[in-house]
């Protein structure tokens, strides 16, 4: 069964892949076979996906960029989720079905054709025809059914395979289809495997460690090197007979965590795009380049440890985000550059739904929670990113919880590998404020809410709430949004899934940002801003 023929469903069932999001992966893809012209496997580029040479576009040259987050995780896809190492990836590798980084439309990677639902727990994935890995080697039916199972092993904890529950086996059907069975019918099925990545088992499975430094991918860009808080450089993987070639050489990116940099590079014509543009520099630099700002699900979390007994009681986590004077902060340190979050998601996310848990500034209702509670006095340390525009909010944040009676709270801002590998992972600290974009993996709402609501990585082993009751409940409501067999069903379970997150805070959104790009349009032909972190130069061409 094809994703026109699901969509074609009738009554309730189409409204809820409507919702779902299915309906729109179905025209998404229809579109894009209708551009290329017949099956995959050719090197012709998708419509909604291209960046088609045009306007004084010439192929060759080279593409570089000033990336503002630093190399905090390998590139192994199976366990990287640091902002430039997913970026990328986006580059380097390929699932079976890719979302486009701006448009979020998919797309066919290294499927041949759409998924085809045989029955309600069974899909078969053709594979593109000569695809090849950056080493020379075939990409085959046994690397993707690997590189599922890798995923999904529990002992390799990975983050994404809380996206995945669904699956039960994957299995290779002769030598270019594969089989997967699933636990319960999952109507998102044919955009959700773009989470995983194929990679190839004969070196993944050789050395994780070598692999996870130096990756070998089948996408249209080959990873040359990366050197921390220096560059990444990329090479054209010129075998690639995808439908996104790369139209450059070469692109290299410059890490330039420090802003200033960033702009200096920008201004001079080092580079030819910037990302996380700071808020002070965007007219400014509009007067020599391209500056847009997308809103975007990307987000600014406050994540309590909740084993430490100051944070175990709900009331003083929900007291902290009262205190808060978030939209000042807004305000003052991204000169208006966000929302306040009213909801986990943005109000401009398709499944928007006001949470019943509202954290608008009230000082006294803070300082009564605390009092609830049995708080007389509160010290502890807040941990942040030194992100630039995250340096600029903590102390603001600072700022207002000390204003709280009997409330002390120091900060120390550290390296996101060092905050997450030598503090959250091993239980020293007690609030965090970070940055998070899962959106980069998809924007479902089942997606976006599995990322810190589902699996081990972050309930269990970082904020620590995996053992309460309410989390089991939430367990529950998730589990029964994806099951619904209707739109209310689905719609009902999410919202309370999402009130129950927004009462009990073990982690919750402040606010979420609108993200601002420079680019120097008379030098890159096809390039857009992405609504998530990081950037793309798929199907982008540097001019002549």
């Known amino acids: 069964m094809s994703l026109s023929e699901i969509a074609a469903k009738e009554g309730s069932r189409r409204n809820f892949l409507k919702v779902s999001g299915l309906m729109g992966a ?109 080493n020379g080697d075939p990409v085959t039916v046994e690397d993707v059914v690997y590189s599922f199972e890798r995923v999904l092993d529990t002992e390799n904890a990975s983050l994404f395979a809380q996206f995945i529950p669904f699956i039960d086996s994957v299995e290779a059907k002769g030598e270019d289809t594969v089989v997967f069975k699933l636990k319960y019918a999952f109507p998102l099925f044919p955009t959700r495997i773009s989470v995983v990545k ?34 990444i450089v990329f090479e054209k993987f010129e075998d690639y007979n995808g439908s996104q070639a790369a139209t450059a050489d070469s692109m290299t990116w410059f890490l330039l965590s420090d802003a200033a940099a960033r702009v200096t590079a920008a201004e001079s014509g080092r580079v030819q795009a910037i990302e996380d543009v700071p808020y002070l520099d965007v007219d400014r630099l509009k007067s020599k380049l391209t500056v847009e700002s997308v809103q975007s699900f990307g987000l600014l979390f406050l994540m309590f440890n909740c ?60 300082e009564s929670l605390l009092k609830e509670a049995g708080v007389t006095s509160l010290e502890f340390e807040l941990l942040t990113t030194d992100t630039a525009w995250v340096k600029d909010v903590a102390p603001l944040i600072l700022e207002s919880w000390n204003k709280l009676p009997g409330v002390n709270v120091t900060m120390k801002n550290l390296q996101s590998g060092a905050l997450y590998g030598e503090n959250v992972d091993t239980g020293n600290f007690t609030v965090v404020a970070a940055p998070g974009d899962p959106s980069v993996f998809g924007n479902d709402l089942d997606l976006l809410l599995s990322w810190w609501y589902r699996g081990d990585v972050w309930p269990k082993n970082r904020f620590r709430w995996s053992e309460t009751a309410e989390y089991k409940t939430l367990q529950a409501k998730l589990d029964e949004a994806v099951q619904a067999s209707d739109e209310a069903g689905a719609k009902a379970a999410w919202k309370e899934a999402i009130d129950l997150i927004s009462e009990e805070v073990p982690l919750y959104p402040l606010f979420h940002r609108q993200l601002p790009t420079a680019w120097d349009s008379e030098r890159l032909d096809g390039f857009q801003p992405l609504p998530t972190t990081g950037v793309s130069f798929v199907g982008v061409t540097p001019k002549a």
């Open 307 to 366: 084993s430490d007994e100051r944070f175990a009681d709900k009331r003083v986590r929900q007291a902290l985000h009262f205190g808060l004077d978030t939209q000042t902060i807004i305000d003052r340190a991204l000169l208006g550059n966000a929302k306040q979050a009213t909801s986990y998601v943005q109000d401009t996310h398709p499944q928007y739904e006001a949470a019943a848990g509202q954290y608008d500034y009230d000082a006294a209702k803070a």
């Open 198 to 231: 194929v990679v190839p088992k004969s070196v993944a499975s050789a050395d994780q460690a070598a692999f996870d430094a130096q990756p070998i991918g089948s996408g249209p860009w080959k990873l040359v090197s990366a050197t921390k808080d220096d560059k």
């Open 26 to 134: 179905a025209a998404a893809f229809s579109a894009t076979i209708a551009a290329c012209g017949g099956p995959s496997g050719t090197a012709a580029t998708t419509s909604a996906a291209s960046g088609a040479a045009g306007g004084g576009a010439a192929a060759g040259g080279t593409i570089e960029a000033g990336i503002s987050y630093a190399l905090s995780t390998g590139f192994d896809p199976m366990t990287s989720s640091g902002a430039t190492p997913f970026a990328a990836n986006m580059h380097v590798f390929e699932g079976l079905v890719d979302l486009h980084p701006a448009t979020r439309e998919p797309y066919l990677a290294l499927a041949a054709s759409e998924p085809s639902q045989v029955d309600d727990t069974t899909w078969e994935v053709a594979l593109r025809s000569g695809a090849t890995f950056h």
